[in-house]
């Protein structure tokens, strides 16, 4: 995607976030920025509908996810985003999902690097990330570029419960 494209595209995905959030994804982009990274938010907010085409085909494990959320307005409010690599969005390399892991957890948010992954393998991408090996030859989680707030469950979010961020 050609530079101006992928600036906008990250503009308009952040106004589909709750406000609150998107200052952590416009900083977590920021940080990767600063390394020469070039991310693009593939996806923020999904509908209903879309969640549950995305959960019937296997590209999400739930029904209804930080994706999905709205407020009582129907504003969409979403929790979540998709951060690929722009110059690898199909295939993106370990070490951009490690460097996003590092941010995001640095922005207080988490990643799906560790989904699906047993507990030594989990150590792993624990260990490079804390290391900022971001050269390692690991395994990754199934959802490796999906970000998203800790100490919030989805059913706190969808009951209009939204998380508190440091300045």
């Known amino acids: 995607m050609l530079e101006p494209a992928r600036l906008k595209?990250?503009?308009?995905?952040?106004?589909?976030?709750?406000?609150?959030?998107?200052?952590?994804?416009?900083?977590?982009?920021?940080?990767?920025?600063?390394?020469?990274?070039?991310?693009?938010?593939?996806?923020?907010?999904?509908s209903p509908e879309d969640q549950l085409k995305a959960f019937n085909t296997g590209a999400s494990k739930l029904k209804f996810g930080f994706h999905n959320i709205e407020a009582t307005?129907?504003?969409s409010q979403s929790l979540a985003v998709d951060l690929l690599d722009d110059d690898h969005p199909v295939t993106p390399p370990?070490?951009?999902?490690?460097?996003?892991a590092k941010v995001a957890r640095q922005r207080?948010?988490?990643?799906?690097?560790?989904?699906?992954?047993?507990?030594?393998?989990q150590a792993g991408v624990n260990?490079?990330?804390?290391a900022s090996d971001f050269g390692a030859k690991l395994k990754v989680g199934w959802d490796p570029t999906h970000i998203q707030p800790t100490g919030i469950t989805v059913e706190d979010a969808r009951a209009g419960k939204r998380p508190v961020f440091a300045a």
């Open 9 to 46: 595209r990250n503009s308009d995905k952040l106004a589909e976030l709750y406000a609150p959030f998107a200052a952590q994804i416009k900083k977590v982009i920021s940080d990767l920025e600063a390394t020469g990274i070039r991310p693009r938010i593939q996806e923020a907010f999904r």
């Open 73 to 75: 307005d129907g504003k």
């Open 94 to 100: 370990t070490r951009y999902l490690l460097q996003v």
């Open 108 to 121: 207080g948010l988490e990643t799906g690097i560790l989904w699906g992954l047993p507990a030594s393998l």
């Open 127 to 130: 260990s490079a990330i804390a």
